[in-house]
């Protein structure tokens, strides 16, 4: 049988209605050209670009409307899609706020149209301004307390019932937070308080942690860095076997931009 | 470690590596413009914010579970 060739018709691609914008951050806008980001975009392919809004730039890479806007929310469900497409949101907005004070977006932020973007920023303006003043010359440390898991080992008398084991073995993981220890716990955040710009809950994804006994994001003055380590080095010496201080950053604040902050 | 390098771990105890839940933590924790479950409906052609507090319940349960399977 002679094969027939059938020439399907190209998907239409029309800019205006099939593209989306992906929004990293906003940045003062420079009085030279704004310099290029090379990291790559959210999908994998997009161009980073600065669109000028008044005094600012908005980084944002126009993306497929379908992938960040109709599916944005399965998509997020994906572990593996998030992985990736976080870590690229988190590279660009590095770079961005390499070379100046930025506001990072949060992930998923996400416009239709290049108007609605200028016209939500343009009615943020008083909200925007703080928030620059806020996060100048400081930057986000994520900071957590783990309990340690205590030696697992239970001795019993020789003769001792499986039961006495058992209890004797869950008193053992009885989390070790009561009494002494949790004044211990608030005399360290209050430190970490006085020390920060600003102080903010710690974010949902590492909530259900294991052993996880207060976790923060805190805003912390470049120049009060190392007092930032040398306080928890203190308190990590302290705590040595009984607790885990984790301290990641520094990140874009993120956890400082929104008009919650305490 | 200057403040323009990519976020890394303060040596108190060893570790180097951000986790995946640190990204989140951060990425994921307010950001400007807008915060919240904000929605606004693809029909009012402004923004799409998606129920991401809802998205974040289903993370946080996923990532638990493979905790615990660890």
């Known amino acids: ?52 809004c008044g005094e600012y730039l908005c980084w944002v890479s126009r993306v497929s409307r379908q992938e960040f806007g109709d599916q944005l929310n399965q998509r997020m469900q994906d572990l593996e899609w998030l992985a990736t497409s976080s870590l690229r949101h988190q590279h660009v907005v590095t770079e961005i706020s390499s070379n100046t004070t930025t506001l990072p977006a ?44 205590p030696a697992l080992h239970v001795t019993v008398a020789k003769g001792a019932s499986g039961a006495e084991y058992l209890k004797r073995k869950a008193q053992l993981l009885q989390p070790r937070t009561r009494g002494k220890s949790d004044a211990e716990l608030q005399e360290f955040v209050s430190s970490l308080k006085k020390l920060a710009v600003a102080t903010a809950p710690g974010g949902k994804a590492s909530a259900g942690q294991p052993g996880l006994l207060w976790h923060g994001a805190v805003l912390i003055r470049r120049k009060d860095r190392n007092k930032l380590e040398s306080t928890l080095r203190k308190y990590a010496a302290r705590w040595k076997g009984a607790r885990r201080i984790d301290c990641s950053g520094p990140w874009p604040p993120y956890s400082f931009v929104g008009e919650h902050v305490q | 470690m200057s403040s323009n390098s990519e976020p890394g771990t303060l040596a108190i105890e060893g570790e180097n590596d951000i986790s995946l839940l ?3 933590d951060h990425v994921l924790n307010s950001g400007v413009v807008i915060h919240g479950s904000l929605v606004i409906s693809l029909a009012g052609v402004d923004l799409v914010y998606v129920g991401l507090n809802v998205v974040l319940t289903s993370v946080e349960t996923a990532l638990r579970n493979i905790e615990r399977d660890l």
């Open chain 2, 22 to 24: 640190d990204i989140l």
């Open chain 1, 1 to 52: 049988m002679p094969k027939i060739a059938i020439t399907l018709p190209k998907p239409s691609t029309n800019p205006a209605t099939d593209t989306a914008l992906y929004l990293y951050a906003i940045s003062h806008a420079p009085k030279q050209a704004a310099p290029a980001i090379t990291a790559e975009g959210i999908d994998g392919s997009a161009r980073v670009d600065a669109i000028r």
């Open chain 1, 106 to 149: 949060r992930f998923g932020t996400v416009f239709l149209k290049e108007a609605s973007l200028i016209k939500h920023i343009k009615q943020r303006e008083r909200v925007l301004r703080a928030a620059f003043k806020r996060v100048a010359g400081a930057d986000e440390w994520g900071v957590k307390v783990f309990a340690l898991a």
